[in-house]
């Protein structure tokens, strides 16, 4: 089916997303997009709640190509169990507002969530789309881990390689995916993870969180939980020998749920010192570039090794000393970086951390040979945007 004739060459990005990688997504394109002047060609319909997420150049757009989605439609959203439901009634939205704002082209942030959605196939507007696949299939193929999983992803994926009004795949940091997968669509493409390298903040970190001279700081930082390995962090820290624990303290920088709180004021109780500080709130751009920039060691514990993660992506672009899981995304991505110290279990992580004690200036040493410039210039925000405003894509 062809696109109706009296559309206008319009785009359109309706998000009802607002956490994770959403926000720095959104942020990186409209700050681009509002740089070059460009701030009408693409519609953006966001959830109500990245109003308070949105840096100051983004929201100069509002009123003008933004605009937000309310409580009640986001809310109906959420309620839905299914996935399959989620994405028939956001694709019905996105279709709403597609012919409302008469674009010929939709934008997804993630392909994944309506790949299998009949809507794609059957809705009575249709209209052409690109966006990001993220976890890609590929490295479930590479390490053989065959099974339902691997089957459901490369199913979507060839889906929407077979559909005619898809004009581009962007598979998430992953190249040799991108090349393997382009024998069933050259639609297929890569897209690096992009890295905003912002000016830090005048924070002091060791006057901040009064550290003693000499110690080596440890630092964990994102939304922290479950889901960034934070419980078992805590673990390996509890387990420490108390000449290590003198060494180091943790930094965990982020938004802690109460039982996490909770069982940091336990550990500190124990050993008798603040071991790990906290700070529980929204962190800024310029503070979190503050914390990296100071900080001597990241701590990585991500469970979700398939996909990429953005914390990763600026200690590359920063050349610091990195401990991370051993597997899939993450080894990949530091097989040839000296300054990454690996694990595999809880055994591992003590002793990674033990290491980064031990051997700081070695690894430092190792990470600053590291060639920052062509990783920032591969993953920066303008290759980012361009990729997905490709005139061979949307035009």
């Not at 704002?101 to 009575?124: K, Q």
Request: aromatic content about 12%.
């Amino acid at each position: 089916m062809n696109v109706e004739p009296d559309y206008l060459c319009k785009m359109i990005l309706v998000e009802f997303h607002s956490r994770g990688h959403y926000p720095e997504y959104i942020n990186n394109i409209l700050e681009d997009r509002a740089a070059g002047g460009d701030g009408t060609s693409c519609v953006f319909y966001l959830s109500y709640k990245m109003q308070g997420l949105l840096s100051a150049t983004s929201m100069s757009l509002v009123g003008k190509s933004v605009h937000f989605v309310g409580p009640d439609i986001i809310a109906r959203y959420e309620a839905i169990s299914s996935v399959r439901g989620k994405a028939d009634y956001y694709l019905e939205y996105v279709q709403e507002m597609a012919l409302y704002e008469r674009a010929n082209h939709v934008i997804f942030l993630c392909l994944n969530a309506v790949a299998r959605s009949r809507r794609l196939w059957l809705g009575a507007k249709r209209f052409r789309f690109s966006g990001i696949f993220l976890q890609s299939p590929y490295r479930l193929r590479v390490s053989r881990s065959w099974g339902l999983r691997l089957f459901r992803r490369e199913f979507a994926l060839w889906l929407l390689a077979k559909n005619r009004l898809c004009k581009s795949i962007l598979l998430l940091n992953d190249d040799e995916g991108a090349c393997y997968y382009q024998k069933w669509s050259k639609k297929i493409r890569y897209l690096a993870d992009p890295v905003r390298i912002c000016e830090p903040s005048q924070l002091s970190v060791r006057e901040y969180h009064a550290l003693p001279e000499r110690i080596v700081t440890f630092l964990h930082i994102g939304v922290l939980g479950r889901y960034k390995g934070t419980d078992l962090v805590l673990d390996v820290i509890q387990g420490l020998e108390a000449s290590v624990m003198q060494k180091a303290r943790f930094l965990f920088i982020g938004r802690l749920d109460a039982e996490l709180q909770r069982q940091v004021c336990l550990l500190n109780k124990k050993v008798g010192f603040d071991l790990v500080l906290t700070r529980s709130e929204f962190i800024t751009d310029a503070d979190f570039s503050a914390y990296m920039q100071q900080a001597d060691v990241l701590l990585v514990a991500n469970r979700n090794v398939e996909s990429s993660s953005g914390i990763l992506n600026h200690c590359l672009a920063r050349c610091k000393v990195v401990i991370a899981p051993n597997a899939m995304y993450y080894s990949e991505r530091l097989s040839s970086y000296g300054g990454a110290l690996l694990f595999s279990d809880e055994v591992q992580l003590a002793r990674c951390i033990e290491k980064a004690l031990g051997g700081g200036s070695e690894y430092k040493a190792r990470a600053s040979a590291f060639d920052s410039k062509v990783f920032r210039e591969e993953y920066s925000v303008l290759r980012f945007v361009e990729t997905i405003f490709n005139e061979d894509i949307v035009g």
